[in-house]
């Protein structure tokens, strides 16, 4: 215990506590202490709730007010000294140490100490966070606990308040608490393995935290993996429950209100009889029961807390398991065999690490022996050789008490692994702990397949694919797809790709996962961290909530309203239920994407059928998310995955384009449904995918789209004569790619040329060229008050180029709605340009009809000119020589928008300097701009004003009072006329001007150029191939006829679609909707070829340098291990080969003594004295574990086990224990002292006397009828001594009669009611050519397992009174007539917990079979099942093996099962 503010820090150090440290309370202050991860914000958008202060004043008052620890209160004299010779409570502390309270006269003076009356609870004053002096800056929490808080609240703390993530397993890490010696070899894979464990599985370690043996060896283990693992690897959690008492320095923990953190000093040498907290553990409970110096107080704790932990479930994804729990042991003594022993009993599986010495050596060497062969002599061998000093200190009964508890663990073997170093490949310790959990899982009663569920579960939470392959995964189990489908869900939720990858290769088909449901349950389980579920949640929490108080329940067309991630075309509101999505595989691509999930994406896009459009449609939403991403690396990662997809699409059309170019081009324009009736070509616009579009085999169908139905060779100077002079069709100059046209007449050649986007662009080009030389004939020559034929032509050209305008705007053959197609038309640049000019054009033609703004109207047409002029450049972005320079001149554009800002700042502020200095007042605010701005302007190319120096200063040029209004204002001038301004001022401002404008900025902005001109040319024939599509596809769907003759075609345009109403179509030959069977069969080739695709990728990737020269060092390592292993193989043999025969030798020499000692003697000697030799030992079994294991054991090994438990069911008390060897009665056991005990019954009427007085057992008369009570035996006469009935079968290591009614015999009746399983079709199922049974059994309140529908006979009662419990009273007669014309089954001892040397149980096991389903008695039967208590349960179970029942009910069944033949 802890003392008190008022205790003297001198004192504590005569005591050897230790010197007080001081306290660091500037250490908080230090920005980059090493926290937990998991008490850190997980994600830049999970905001904490509270700042680093405020969790820390919150922590300063839950903690005291929840947590206790423990103080003496009454100080009692101990006949003990203190290491420093200091008188000392009972308690172990000084009297100094103790409250003011406890030293004065108290109430209980006189009294002998009692811990429970003179130890109280008060809120604890040692909790925070701890820093290990010396040891870096790494912080862990702790805190000071009573032994008697509840394990909740410890909980609590560690999750809530620590901020730990509840663990997918926990280790328990026992052994020896003192130092010793492990072998380099497997101290290495010890630690190794422990955190590797630890780390992949998101476990939890506990141990017991201090300084010293297993618990340091642990955290060394911790201390080289963060050493040598990166921050992305995240933390080991190592939690030490220690107890308070016990350690060295703990003074330096006592903060009343919180250390943050309070400074610990590891002190070795000084801690004495004392322990030191070890620095490599991330958090500490420390137990306190009130005293000092005393070890072992927290066991119970941790315990319980232990067990707790193992009890709470932990959910993800959907999947929910309990958290598993395992024992790992190294080397250890007496407590640490009784931990084991209880962790076996309590069902958790234990891994005993070979080598580390004493105790884990000990079992190790039996284990692979049979229980019948681990003999109290063995044992006491073992112990000879491994404890050698403490031997002497074993006493007999104490050897017998491990003899017992080891072949109880020995017994259980599918909870016991032992780890040997090269045993069976094993090389980590991690592989054995996760098999030794799955062998336990394995081993454990389940329905159906509930076993192998819970093994998958588990394999998933820990994230350990290698043993779901090895363990789960095998030819024992065959899975069906639809039980993987919660599994294969919460692989997906937390991110598990390689079992997303497994779950494939067994059968699960995306297309039968992927229900409406289970995607709206994806999208409600999104990363919280990433950018698409904050998107998301904003969406839900605009949705109108119509007067319901409560979040909106998530539904797709939620998803589809996420902006930036244009998803509406393919998530619609609906009214009804939706069952099934249209394309799974593409919903299930979308949620892995927006999450920016690597590797699941990779897998589900594999799985995908359209696969192009696809990677297209990712690479889209990546590039759009990373758009609205904050956090740079995430953007980065987004566009590199964005790319990555980019590069798939290629590879897979590359793929297709080589096997067959048309088909492929199909690929290109197919209306893909699934992605919002788009086609590939869209997609790959629409992400920008410049590489794609850039394809040679994409550029070479819009070639072909180009030239439409004329021959691609027929070169341009061909088109344009022929343009010029068509006659010239007739001639054959235009060849065709349709022969047929080739032979067809005039009109048809005539439609098919001018219709091809080539020509149609190229008379574009005339008219073009024409209406300008027509406009600036007009504005210089012809341009008169009244509008001449001429100008008015230019009016109808005009007209004809807004119809067009106008015919492209609401073009909309996909039907997507006015407002996109109007936003889609706008988002071009040149569109924005051709609005722009005919907007200031109509301007211009408003103010030109207006006789008074006649010539304003010509100078706006005059700068609308300029806007047509520019519009040409888009006509040169089809040659592959001016498009590109364009593309420069756009970006440079931008260079010099934003130069203009840092040009204006010098402009300026050099124009107002000048302007203040030269001239005084000046109020005319065209000439302040000129001066300000303008002459500034042209200052820097050269122009400098020639008054500025004060040389050329002339007053003809300048007016003295600003009076002429062509004339500046002259500068400051004297009375002289002589300037007056500090001419040597304006000429360094000048100088320094031109400096920083001439040589800085505009080099700067050529070197901006430069840059803006290098990084296009880099991607010039990619930007230049992609832009050169909107020119294709804008005169691809344009009318054959050039402005103003267009005007006929958009006549006809109108007559179609307001008079005929018929709706507007897309060419077929970039949007192509095919037919069904074709659209199969087109897909089903691409599917063919993206496998092609996949497995060339991986054969590159293999041969890659980097990974050739990685396998090849994996396979190094590989047969380094496998030589290591050999060695060590071959070793044990060896061992064994040598002992043999030195066994052998020495077995001779005795013989050959004796032979010649007798020979001496007597000439004949005596046999009775001859040594036998012993019998050689097999010197090629390559495993003794392998050798045992051949041997078949019984369960019970020839005699009683249940019977035999240490713990007697509901009671407090332990049996004697007794060997297997020292089970007969007629085996001599001098030390065996067995207690008495006889529980107390409500029903004493019914039952035999209690205590240990021979008296009132006199009148029983056993091996006999005695009166209602039937004491014989089914095993014929059994022994009486001492008034007592000895049990049959031996010794069970306790007397009286326990729990049971009666001494002696007890009788039971276990009905085995069954009949036939049957499937649907009412055909009896069958396994393994068996036939399957199914069995009523029944299910008690407080148990775990079931049992089958029988107990203790009532002396004169037929039915045993439980299963009166679970019939009508009217079906008890019926049920009797049944149970006598049934088949006995079992009739004899039962092998039972509430056995007693002197009381046990026997039963009868009568079979009730009802062949026939119909069955008027078994319908009857069914209808009378009835139970009175609701916590009973009854159902009809398949006769199994693994079904949870009693053994010894099972041992019934078994029987049961093989009298029909039927499967078990």
Same mark, same amino acid.
């Given at each position: 215990?802890?003392?008190?503010?008022?205790?003297?820090?001198?004192?504590?150090?005569?005591?050897?506590?230790?010197?007080?440290?001081?306290?660091?309370? @500037?250490?908080?202050?230090?920005?980059?202490?090493?926290?937990?991860?998991? *008490?850190?914000?997980?994600?830049?958008?999970?905001?904490?709730?509270?700042?680093?202060?405020?969790?820390?004043?919150?922590?300063?008052?839950?903690?005291?007010? !929840?947590?206790?620890?423990?103080?003496?209160?009454?100080?009692?004299?101990?006949?003990?000294?203190?290491?420093?010779?200091?008188?000392?409570?009972?308690?172990?502390?000084?009297?100094?140490?103790?409250?003011?309270?406890?030293?004065?006269?108290?109430?209980?003076?006189?009294?002998?100490?009692?811990?429970?009356?003179?130890?109280?609870?008060?809120?604890?004053?040692?909790?925070?966070?701890?820093?290990?002096?010396?040891?870096?800056?790494?912080?862990?929490?702790?805190?000071?606990?009573?032994?008697?808080?509840?394990?909740?609240?410890?909980?609590?703390?560690?999750?809530?308040?620590?901020?730990?993530?509840?663990?997918?397993?926990?280790?328990?890490?026992?052994?020896?608490?003192?130092?010793?010696?492990?072998?380099? +070899?497997?101290?290495?894979?010890?630690?190794?393995?422990?955190?590797?464990?630890?780390?992949?599985?998101?476990?939890?370690?506990?141990?017991?935290?201090?300084?010293?043996?297993?618990?340091?060896?642990?955290?060394?283990?911790?201390?080289?993996?963060?050493?040598?693992?990166?921050?992305?690897?995240?933390?080991?959690?190592?939690?030490?429950?220690? $107890?308070?008492?016990?350690?060295?320095?703990?003074?330096?923990?006592?903060?009343?209100?919180?250390?943050?953190?309070?400074?610990?000093?590891?002190?070795?040498?000084?801690?004495?009889?004392?322990?030191?907290?070890?620095?490599?553990?991330?958090?500490?409970?420390?137990?306190?029961?009130?005293?000092?110096?005393?070890?072992?107080?927290?066991?119970?704790?941790?315990?319980?807390?232990?067990?707790?932990?193992?009890?709470?479930?932990?959910?993800?994804?959907?999947?929910?398991?309990?958290?598993?729990?395992?024992?790992?042991?190294?080397?250890?003594?007496?407590?640490?065999?009784?931990?084991?022993? !209880?962790?076996?009993?309590?069902?958790?599986?234990?891994?005993?690490?070979?080598?580390?010495?004493?105790?884990?050596?000990?079992?190790?060497?039996?284990?692979?022996?049979?229980?019948?062969?681990?003999?109290?002599?063995?044992?006491?061998?073992?112990?000879?050789?491994?404890?050698?000093?403490?031997?002497?200190?074993?006493?007999?009964?104490?050897?017998?008490?491990?003899?017992?508890?080891?072949?109880?663990?020995?017994?259980?073997?599918?909870?016991?692994?032992?780890?040997?170093?090269?045993?069976?490949?094993?090389?980590?310790?991690?592989?054995?702990?996760?098999?030794?959990?799955?062998?336990?899982?394995?081993?454990?009663?389940?329905?159906?397949?509930?076993?192998?569920?819970?093994?998958?579960?588990?394999?998933?939470?820990?994230?350990?694919?290698?043993?779901?392959?090895?363990?789960?995964?095998?030819?024992?189990?065959?899975?069906?797809?639809? @039980?993987?489908?919660?599994?294969?869900?919460?692989?997906?939720?937390?991110?598990?790709?390689?079992?997303?990858?497994?779950?494939?290769?067994?059968?699960?088909?995306?297309?039968?996962?992927?229900?409406?449901?289970?995607?709206?349950?994806?999208?409600?389980?999104?990363?919280?961290?990433?950018?698409?579920?904050?998107?998301?949640?904003?969406?839900?929490?605009?949705?109108?909530?119509?007067? =319901?108080?409560?979040?909106?329940?998530?539904?797709?067309?939620?998803?589809?309203?996420?902006?930036?991630?244009?998803?509406?075309?393919?998530?619609?509101?609906?009214?009804?239920?939706?069952?099934?999505?249209?394309?799974?595989?593409?919903?299930?691509?979308?949620?892995?994407?927006?999450?920016?999930?690597?590797?699941?994406?990779?897998?589900?896009?594999?799985?995908?059928?359209?696969?192009?459009?696809? &990677?297209?449609?990712?690479?889209?939403?990546?590039?759009?998310?990373?758009?609205?991403?904050?956090?740079?690396?995430?953007?980065?990662?987004?566009? &590199?995955?964005?790319?990555?997809?980019?590069?798939?699409?290629?590879?897979?059309?590359?793929?297709?384009?080589?096997? @067959?170019?048309?088909?492929?081009?199909?690929?290109?324009?197919?209306?893909?449904?699934?992605?919002?009736?788009?086609?590939?070509?869209?997609?790959?616009?629409?992400?920008?995918?410049?590489?794609?579009?850039?394809?040679?085999?994409?550029?070479?169908?819009?070639?072909?789209?180009?030239?439409?139905?004329?021959?691609?060779?027929?070169?341009?100077?061909?088109?344009?004569?022929?343009?010029?002079?068509?006659?010239?069709?007739?001639?054959?100059?235009?060849?065709?790619?349709?022969?047929?046209?080739?032979?067809?007449?005039?009109?048809?050649?005539?439609?098919?040329?001018?219709?091809?986007?080539?020509?149609?662009?190229?008379?574009?080009?005339?008219?073009?060229?024409?209406?300008?030389?027509?406009?600036?004939?007009?504005?210089?020559?012809?341009?008169?008050?009244?509008? *001449?034929?001429?100008?008015?032509?230019?009016?109808?050209?005009?007209?004809?180029?807004?119809?067009?305008?106008?015919?492209?705007?609401?073009?909309?053959?996909?039907?997507?709605?006015?407002?996109?197609?109007?936003?889609?038309?706008?988002?071009?640049?040149?569109?924005?340009?051709?609005?722009?000019?005919?907007?200031?054009?109509?301007?211009?033609? $408003?103010?030109?009809?207006?006789?008074?703004?006649?010539?304003?109207?010509?100078?706006?047409?005059?700068?609308?000119?300029?806007?047509?002029?520019?519009?040409?450049?888009?006509?040169?972005?089809?040659?592959?020589?001016?498009?590109?320079?364009?593309?420069?001149?756009?970006?440079?554009?931008?260079?010099?928008?934003?130069?203009?800002?840092?040009?204006?700042?010098?402009?300026?502020?050099?124009?107002?300097?000048?302007?203040?200095?030269?001239?005084?007042?000046?109020?005319?605010?065209?000439?302040?701009?000129?001066?300000?701005?303008?002459?500034?302007?042209?200052?820097?190319?050269?122009?400098?004003?020639?008054?500025?120096?004060?040389?050329?200063?002339?007053?003809?040029?300048?007016?003295?009072?600003?009076?002429?209004?062509?004339?500046?204002?002259?500068?400051? *001038?004297?009375?002289?006329?002589?300037?007056?301004?500090?001419?040597?001022?304006?000429?360094?401002?000048?100088?320094?001007?031109?400096?920083?404008?001439?040589?800085?900025?505009?080099?700067?902005?050529?070197?901006?150029?430069?840059?803006?001109?290098?990084?296009?040319?880099?991607?010039?024939?990619?930007?230049?191939?992609?832009? +050169?599509? #909107?020119?294709?596809?804008?005169?691809?769907?344009?009318?054959?006829?050039?402005?103003?003759?267009?005007?006929?075609?958009?006549?006809?345009?109108?007559?179609?679609?307001?008079?005929?109403?018929?709706?507007?179509?897309?060419?077929?030959?970039?949007?192509?909707?095919?037919?069904?069977?074709?659209?199969?069969?087109?897909?089903?080739?691409?599917?063919?070829?993206?496998? !092609?695709?996949?497995?060339?990728?991986?054969?590159?990737?293999?041969?890659?340098?980097?990974?050739?020269?990685?396998?090849?060092?994996?396979?190094?390592?590989?047969?380094?291990?496998?030589?290591?292993?050999?060695?060590?193989?071959?070793?044990?043999?060896?061992?064994?080969?040598?002992?043999?025969?030195?066994?052998?030798?020495?077995?001779?020499?005795?013989?050959?003594?004796?032979?010649?000692?007798?020979?001496?003697?007597?000439?004949?000697?005596?046999?009775?004295?001859?040594?036998?030799?012993?019998?050689?030992?097999?010197?090629?079994?390559?495993?003794?574990?392998?050798?045992?294991?051949?041997?078949?054991?019984?369960?019970?090994?020839?005699?009683?086990?249940?019977?035999?438990?240490?713990?007697?069911?509901?009671?407090?008390?332990?049996?004697?224990?007794?060997?297997?060897?020292?089970?007969?009665?007629?085996?001599?056991?001098?030390?065996?002292?067995?207690?008495?005990?006889?529980?107390?019954?409500?029903?004493?009427?019914?039952?035999?006397?209690?205590?240990? &007085?021979?008296?009132?057992?006199?009148?029983?008369?056993?091996?006999?009828?005695?009166?209602?009570?039937? +004491?014989?035996?089914?095993?014929?006469?059994?022994?009486?001594?001492?008034?007592?009935?000895?049990?049959?079968?031996?010794?069970?290591?306790?007397?009286?009669?326990?729990?049971?009614?009666?001494?002696?015999?007890?009788?039971?009746?276990?009905?085995?009611?069954?009949?036939? +399983?049957?499937?649907?079709?009412?055909?009896?199922?069958?396994?393994?050519?068996?036939?399957?049974?199914?069995?009523? =059994?029944?299910?008690?309140?407080?148990?775990?397992?079931?049992?089958?529908?029988?107990?203790?006979?009532?002396?004169?009662?037929?039915?045993?009174?439980?299963?009166?419990? =679970?019939?009508?009273?009217?079906?008890?007669?019926?049920?009797?007539?049944?149970?006598?014309?049934?088949?006995?089954?079992?009739?004899?001892?039962?092998?039972?917990?509430?056995?007693?040397?002197?009381?046990?149980?026997?039963?009868?096991?009568?079979?009730?079979?009802?062949?026939?389903?119909?069955?008027?008695?078994?319908?009857?039967? !069914?209808?009378?099942?009835?139970?009175? @208590?609701?916590?009973?349960?009854?159902?009809?179970?398949?006769? #199994?093996?693994?079904?949870?029942?009693?053994?010894?009910?099972?041992?019934?069944?078994?029987? $049961?099962?093989?009298?029909?033949?039927?499967?078990?």
């Amino acid at each position: 215990m802890e003392p008190s503010a008022p205790r003297k820090a001198g004192s504590e150090q005569e005591d050897g506590f230790g010197v007080q440290p001081r306290r660091v309370a @500037d250490l908080a202050m230090v920005p980059n202490l090493r926290r937990s991860n998991s *008490s850190l914000c997980k994600s830049r958008r999970l905001q904490c709730p509270f700042s680093s202060s405020e969790k820390q004043e919150h922590l300063s008052a839950w903690i005291p007010e !929840n947590i206790k620890k423990k103080e003496c209160v009454y100080f009692v004299e101990s006949s003990k000294l203190s290491d420093a010779g200091k008188v000392v409570c009972e308690c172990g502390y000084t009297r100094e140490q103790h409250l003011e309270e406890a030293t004065k006269p108290h109430a209980f003076q006189g009294k002998e100490w009692d811990p429970k009356k003179h130890v109280q609870e008060m809120p604890t004053d040692a909790f925070g966070d701890i820093v290990f002096a010396g040891l870096g800056q790494k912080v862990g929490k702790y805190v000071r606990v009573s032994q008697d808080t509840p394990s909740s609240m410890i909980y609590h703390l560690m999750t809530q308040h620590w901020g730990l993530d509840v663990p997918n397993l926990l280790i328990s890490v026992t052994g020896g608490a003192k130092n010793f010696n492990m072998k380099l +070899r497997l101290k290495s894979i010890f630690r190794r393995g422990l955190v590797k464990v630890a780390q992949t599985t998101g476990a939890w370690i506990i141990t017991g935290g201090s300084h010293a043996g297993v618990m340091k060896q642990v955290g060394e283990a911790v201390r080289d993996f963060s050493l040598s693992s990166s921050y992305k690897d995240g933390e080991v959690i190592t939690i030490g429950v220690a $107890t308070w008492g016990t350690i060295h320095n703990r003074e330096g923990l006592v903060h009343p209100t919180g250390g943050f953190p309070a400074e610990y000093v590891l002190d070795e040498e000084g801690q004495g009889k004392l322990t030191c907290l070890d620095g490599n553990h991330s958090h500490f409970i420390l137990v306190d029961d009130g005293t000092h110096g005393q070890y072992g107080v927290e066991i119970p704790l941790r315990t319980q807390l232990e067990k707790f932990i193992s009890e709470q479930t932990k959910e993800r994804g959907g999947v929910a398991i309990k958290i598993p729990i395992v024992c790992v042991v190294l080397e250890g003594g007496p407590g640490t065999l009784q931990t084991i022993y !209880n962790a076996i009993t309590h069902g958790t599986p234990c891994v005993i690490v070979e080598g580390s010495g004493r105790v884990a050596d000990v079992i190790a060497q039996v284990a692979s022996l049979p229980v019948s062969d681990i003999t109290i002599g063995l044992i006491q061998q073992k112990l000879s050789e491994l404890f050698q000093e403490l031997f002497e200190t074993f006493t007999e009964g104490r050897i017998v008490e491990w003899t017992k508890k080891i072949q109880d663990i020995v017994r259980k073997r599918q909870l016991l692994t032992i780890f040997r170093e090269g045993k069976d490949g094993q090389q980590d310790v991690d592989v054995a702990i996760l098999q030794a959990l799955l062998k336990a899982s394995r081993s454990q009663d389940h329905f159906g397949h509930k076993n192998w569920d819970h093994q998958l579960k588990l394999a998933v939470a820990w994230n350990r694919v290698d043993i779901a392959r090895s363990e789960i995964f095998t030819d024992e189990r065959q899975w069906k797809p639809s @039980d993987l489908h919660p599994t294969m869900t919460a692989a997906l939720i937390s991110n598990k790709p390689e079992f997303v990858k497994l779950f494939l290769e067994n059968g699960v088909q995306l297309k039968e996962l992927v229900t409406w449901d289970t995607l709206l349950y994806l999208y409600e389980n999104l990363e919280p961290s990433c950018l698409f579920h904050s998107k998301l949640q904003k969406v839900l929490a605009e949705e109108p909530m119509a007067g =319901v108080p409560a979040t909106p329940r998530l539904q797709m067309y939620h998803v589809a309203q996420v902006q930036g991630v244009n998803l509406r075309s393919l998530y619609k509101r609906s009214s009804g239920h939706i069952t099934f999505t249209m394309d799974p595989v593409r919903d299930l691509l979308i949620w892995a994407i927006v999450q920016n999930r690597r590797e699941l994406a990779g897998i589900i896009w594999a799985q995908s059928q359209d696969c192009i459009a696809a &990677a297209l449609a990712c690479s889209k939403i990546l590039k759009e998310l990373s758009k609205e991403e904050e956090d740079t690396d995430s953007s980065e990662e987004m566009l &590199a995955l964005a790319d990555e997809y980019e590069l798939r699409a290629i590879g897979v059309f590359t793929e297709c384009y080589r096997k @067959d170019e048309e088909r492929a081009q199909k690929l290109l324009i197919r209306v893909s449904e699934a992605w919002g009736r788009t086609t590939c070509l869209q997609l790959a616009l629409e992400a920008k995918d410049m590489k794609f579009v850039s394809h040679g085999g994409i550029q070479a169908f819009l070639t072909k789209v180009w030239w439409g139905q004329l021959c691609v060779d027929n070169g341009l100077w061909r088109v344009i004569l022929c343009m010029l002079a068509f006659p010239l069709l007739l001639t054959g100059l235009i060849s065709f790619r349709d022969k047929r046209l080739q032979s067809l007449g005039s009109p048809a050649r005539a439609r098919a040329f001018f219709s091809a986007p080539v020509v149609v662009f190229h008379l574009n080009i005339l008219s073009y060229f024409a209406f300008l030389c027509l406009f600036a004939y007009v504005l210089m020559v012809d341009f008169q008050p009244t509008p *001449s034929w001429s100008e008015c032509l230019i009016y109808l050209w005009l007209f004809s180029l807004v119809c067009e305008e106008m015919r492209q705007l609401f073009y909309d053959p996909d039907e997507c709605g006015l407002m996109k197609v109007a936003s889609l038309y706008f988002s071009d640049f040149w569109n924005k340009l051709d609005v722009g000019a005919i907007l200031l054009f109509i301007v211009g033609l $408003t103010c030109r009809l207006i006789p008074a703004t006649l010539y304003p109207g010509r100078v706006i047409l005059s700068l609308d000119f300029i806007m047509f002029c520019l519009r040409l450049m888009h006509i040169f972005t089809i040659s592959k020589t001016l498009g590109p320079k364009i593309i420069i001149v756009k970006r440079m554009m931008k260079d010099v928008f934003f130069f203009l800002f840092l040009l204006a700042v010098w402009v300026v502020s050099f124009g107002v300097a000048k302007q203040a200095i030269l001239i005084h007042n000046e109020s005319r605010v065209d000439w302040i701009f000129r001066g300000v701005v303008y002459h500034s302007y042209l200052t820097i190319f050269g122009q400098i004003p020639a008054y500025i120096d004060g040389v050329n200063f002339d007053l003809e040029h300048c007016s003295p009072n600003g009076t002429d209004p062509y004339k500046p204002k002259c500068p400051e *001038s004297d009375v002289m006329q002589k300037p007056a301004f500090p001419e040597w001022l304006t000429v360094i401002l000048l100088c320094l001007y031109l400096l920083f404008t001439n040589i800085l900025l505009l080099n700067l902005l050529i070197a901006m150029f430069n840059y803006t001109f290098q990084q296009v040319q880099e991607h010039t024939d990619q930007i230049w191939k992609f832009q +050169r599509h #909107d020119l294709i596809e804008e005169y691809h769907g344009r009318p054959p006829a050039p402005p103003p003759l267009i005007l006929l075609s958009h006549l006809q345009l109108l007559v179609k679609r307001v008079v005929l109403k018929i709706p507007a179509k897309r060419h077929r030959q970039l949007k192509n909707k095919l037919e069904k069977n074709e659209e199969a069969a087109l897909l089903s080739w691409e599917i063919y070829l993206k496998e !092609n695709y996949l497995h060339n990728q991986q054969h590159q990737h293999h041969q890659r340098p980097e990974q050739r020269i990685q396998d090849i060092s994996e396979k190094v390592d590989s047969m380094v291990d496998l030589l290591d292993m050999d060695r060590l193989k071959r070793s044990g043999p060896t061992e064994q080969r040598l002992a043999s025969l030195e066994e052998q030798v020495a077995q001779v020499a005795r013989s050959l003594h004796w032979i010649v000692r007798t020979l001496k003697d007597s000439g004949l000697g005596s046999a009775a004295g001859a040594p036998a030799l012993a019998p050689p030992k097999a010197p090629d079994e390559p495993d003794a574990e392998l050798a045992g294991r051949k041997k078949e054991e019984e369960p019970g090994d020839g005699y009683h086990v249940n019977a035999r438990h240490l713990l007697y069911p509901r009671s407090p008390v332990t049996r004697f224990p007794v060997p297997n060897e020292k089970v007969p009665w007629e085996t001599e056991f001098l030390i065996y002292e067995p207690p008495f005990y006889t529980a107390e019954r409500k029903d004493e009427a019914l039952v035999d006397p209690m205590g240990e &007085a021979l008296e009132p057992l006199a009148k029983i008369q056993y091996n006999a009828l005695d009166g209602p009570v039937d +004491r014989r035996s089914f095993h014929g006469a059994y022994m009486v001594q001492d008034g007592l009935p000895l049990n049959p079968m031996g010794r069970t290591g306790l007397r009286g009669r326990g729990s049971l009614s009666c001494f002696g015999p007890n009788h039971m009746l276990h009905p085995v009611v069954t009949r036939w +399983r049957r499937n649907q079709d009412g055909a009896i199922c069958r396994k393994s050519i068996k036939k399957m049974l199914e069995v009523l =059994v029944v299910k008690r309140p407080l148990s775990e397992l079931w049992a089958l529908p029988g107990g203790s006979l009532e002396p004169g009662e037929l039915l045993p009174r439980k299963l009166k419990q =679970v019939l009508l009273p009217e079906a008890w007669r019926e049920v009797e007539g049944l149970l006598q014309q049934g088949s006995e089954v079992y009739k004899g001892y039962v092998d039972d917990p509430r056995n007693t040397d002197n009381a046990w149980i026997e039963t009868v096991a009568i079979s009730v079979h009802f062949p026939d389903q119909n069955d008027v008695e078994l319908k009857r039967l !069914n209808s009378h099942l009835h139970t009175c @208590d609701p916590g009973v349960s009854i159902r009809w179970q398949v006769v #199994d093996k693994r079904i949870p029942l009693y053994e010894n009910h099972k041992t019934i069944l078994q029987k $049961t099962a093989t009298l029909f033949g039927a499967h078990y």
